[in-house]
């Protein structure tokens, strides 16, 4: 058990629809990045946030955005879903912004 | 970006047997992981390793960062080895950049 948590495990929804993937992050930890796995694209980092202000971006599509919370949970939210957007979504978690990611158990999504 | 490779990309091993699996990188970096995905998906710290070596029971890993490439060695594998894994260097301070993996398997 890396410590990450994340919520739902799974979730099955129909294009167009709109969703929010959450994560809390190992107790203290500042950083958290969020990944998505896919067939095609393989693992590819999205986004990270560090104590509640975004610091990097990555391959992130504009349907797509996400937040920090004072409390240092995160959420993603996904939008107008494409099948295409089905994926594993993981959450990861580090002290600072160089140290080791420890990542959560990922939320399924499937876009039927 | 980063360019990563991994190979080999498939392995099967009768189990006892030992693996070496490589990665290479494109350019310097100041940190790499390595990380093994399990049948049910998770993704499992192995190693924290931007130089050196680190061994953690019957694993081991070698990052030679001036030539690029690191080094995951696998001894008296079990079945439980059997998944993917993954090398992924650290980008820019903060993004981890994930190659293709190599997977494993195990036979009994």
């Known amino acids: 058990d890396s410590g990450v948590t994340q919520t739902p495990k799974h979730l099955i929804t129909a294009t167009g629809q709109r969703v929010t993937l959450r994560c809390s992050p190992r107790?203290?930890?500042?950083?958290v990045y969020w990944y998505q796995q896919s067939l095609d694209q393989g693992l590819q980092f999205l986004i990270q946030y560090y104590n509640g202000e975004e610091r990097a971006k990555g391959n992130i599509l504009e349907r797509f955005s996400a937040q920090q919370f004072p409390d240092l949970h995160s959420e993603l939210n996904l939008s107008s879903l494409e099948l295409g957007d089905s994926a594993l979504y993981f959450c990861?978690?580090?002290?600072?912004?160089?140290?080791?990611?420890?990542f959560g158990p990922g939320t399924r999504l499937t876009v039927l | 970006g980063i360019q990563v490779e991994q190979s080999p990309p498939d392995l099967i091993l009768q189990e006892g047997a030992n693996s070496t699996l490589r990665c290479n990188f494109s350019?310097?970096?100041?940190?790499l992981q390595w990380f093994h995905q399990n049948p049910w998906g998770q993704l499992i710290n192995l190693f924290y390793?931007?130089?050196g070596t680190k061994q953690n029971g019957r694993l081991s890993a070698t990052t030679v960062a001036t030539e690029r490439y690191s080094l995951l060695y696998i001894s008296s594998s079990q079945t439980t080895d059997s998944g993917v894994y993954f090398c992924?260097?650290?980008?820019?301070?903060?993004?981890?950049?994930f190659g293709a993996g190599t997977i494993l398997r195990v036979k009994s």
């Open positions: 107790s203290g930890d500042l950083s």
């Open positions: 992924a260097p650290l980008q820019y301070g903060n993004k981890l950049v």
């Open positions: 350019d310097s970096v100041n940190n």
């Open positions: 390793i931007p130089s």
């Open positions: 990861a978690s580090s002290v600072g912004t160089s140290d080791t990611q420890y």
